[in-house]
């Protein structure tokens, strides 16, 4: 599944707070931290930009799949 062309940190930040349990730790700059302990700790950094380049969310959204243990395609189907 390919990915939209226009995501926004803002946007990810909010599908990955809401569908996938995460939450925000602190903000460094435009980097926003956020942090999991379900079903193991994972912490990630997404840049609060107004468009992502196409690759960002796409390494964001593979490093949360290889935590949580669910297809990239069914995140990619929540933005």
């Not at 803002?10 to 980097?31: F, P």
Request: a positive charge; glycine letters at 4%.
């Amino acid at each position: 599944m390919k990915l939209p062309r226009d995501v926004s940190g803002e946007r990810l930040i909010r599908m990955l707070v809401r569908n996938c349990r995460y939450r925000k730790v602190h903000q460094v700059g435009s980097h926003v931290v956020l942090q999991t302990d379900d079903p193991k700790h994972h912490r990630l950094s997404v840049p609060n930009h107004p468009v992502l380049k196409v690759g960002t969310p796409n390494a964001i959204l593979r490093q949360v799949a290889k935590a949580k243990n669910i297809p990239r395609e069914h995140l990619a189907s929540k933005l």
